[in-house]
């Protein structure tokens, strides 16, 4: 079956450290997208892919960071920068034109003490 | 820039009774219209979607209809059931650029049995 898988569901980090979230889809998705989710502030674009080997910075990039080298893969770096890292992120795949809609993986929730 | 309003929740209702979420937006451009949904510790599914003005969107007992003259997107369903629990996001796909979603910031609903 098709899908977009993240790992791990749950990850632990201290304060300071970097950790890279991983997202991989077999669907042969040209676009992919990272999304934050907060309680009570619905999702909010962090990276976005349009084509491998290029990215862009969503509305909230400020402290993550990106690549993707190949089209399956779209990593997610939460650097020491990034203020409040705590949360729930999402990856998200798509065809890429205007009318298509998101397929998400099941997210991983991020907690940093 | 585009934004989603979504009424705040939760709402709570009894098995069977009418289910109303209301969604308005603001956009440039013709935007695609969707409605997801997301259980429990899991990432966002697709319900309904609708791409143009006047079109409605159904699956599962949910419908939805593109109102460009109130700026709406309304979900609807005639009789809910327990397993409808979840929280529903209503979104907007923008029709040129990034091609990302912006998402309202989602409606609890909580069914009684």
């Known amino acids: 079956d098709g899908g977009i898988t993240q790992s791990p569901k749950y990850l632990f980090r201290k304060e300071g450290q970097n950790v890279t979230l991983s997202c991989e889809q077999n669907?042969?998705?040209?676009?992919m997208y990272w999304y934050r989710q907060d309680p009570g502030q619905g999702l909010r674009l962090i990276y976005y892919?349009?084509?491998?080997?290029?990215?862009q910075k969503g509305d909230i990039a400020e402290g993550y960071s990106v690549s993707r080298e190949k089209k399956e893969s779209f990593p997610l770096t939460v650097t020491s920068a990034q203020k409040n890292p705590t949360a729930f992120y999402l990856c998200?795949?798509?065809?890429?034109?205007?009318?298509?809609?998101?397929?998400f993986g099941n997210g991983t929730r991020l907690t940093v003490t | 820039g585009n934004s989603v309003t979504q009424m705040e929740g939760p709402v709570t209702l009894s098995e069977e009774a009418f289910l109303t979420i209301n969604c308005t937006y603001t956009?440039?451009?013709?935007?695609?219209l969707f409605w997801y949904v997301q259980y429990p510790g899991e990432g966002l599914q697709l319900l309904l979607k609708?791409?143009?003005?006047?079109d409605k969107g159904s699956n599962k007992g949910f419908e939805a209809t593109y109102r460009k003259e109130t700026t709406s997107f309304h979900l609807e369903k005639g009789s809910v059931q327990v397993s409808d629990s979840a929280v529903y996001f209503c979104?907007?796909?923008?029709?040129?650029?990034?091609?990302?979603?912006?998402f309202g910031s989602g409606t609890r609903l909580q069914v009684q049995p």
């Open positions: 979104a907007l796909s923008e029709d040129t650029g990034r091609r990302a979603l912006t």
């Open positions: 998200a795949s798509s065809i890429g034109t205007g009318n298509s809609p998101l397929h």
């Open positions: 956009a440039t451009g013709y935007p695609s």
């Open positions: 609708a791409t143009k003005a006047d």
């Open positions: 892919s349009q084509i491998v080997n290029d990215f």
């Open positions: 669907l042969n998705h040209d676009a």
